[in-house]
């Protein structure tokens, strides 16, 4: 497993844009593919995005493809998550989590953040 901390969050309009962060203190962030998952208040927690060790390949959910771009430094250990264009229904607690499998399924990834709060009002 791997420690993974995010930051970022916070409150924003309709429309707006916040830019997630989460770091990987250590050597092996470079063997795991890192996702995004997101879970709102009474609902099931859902895949955001992935993205392969390298990078090189990425996936979003049909929600948030155009608006969502994911993204990581391997030299800096962290994976990012821009949003843009927020919609009242992107609001939920985001979670990063690092994979052995480039997967969408959230049962495939065994390390999480603690999650982070992103609000949108309309």
């Known amino acids: 497993q791997v420690q993974l901390v995010e930051s970022g969050g916070g409150s924003v309009q309709a429309g707006g844009s916040l830019r997630l962060s989460c770091a990987a203190p250590?050597?092996?962030?470079?063997?795991?593919?890192m996702g995004w998952f997101r879970q709102a208040p009474g609902k099931e927690r859902e895949f955001v995005a992935v993205?392969?060790?390298?990078?090189?390949?990425?996936y979003y959910a049909d929600s948030v493809k155009g608006r969502f771009t994911i993204s990581r430094d391997n030299a800096k250990n962290t994976v990012y998550l821009q949003m843009n264009s927020l919609k009242p229904e992107d609001a939920a607690v985001y979670y990063c989590?690092?994979?052995?499998?480039?997967?969408?399924?959230?049962?495939?990834?065994?390390?999480w953040g603690q999650g982070t709060q992103v609000t949108v009002s309309s």
């Open positions: 250590g050597r092996t962030f470079g063997n795991y593919a």
């Open positions: 989590a690092a994979g052995r499998e480039y997967s969408r399924d959230y049962a495939r990834y065994d390390s």
């Open positions: 993205i392969s060790r390298t990078g090189g390949l990425t």
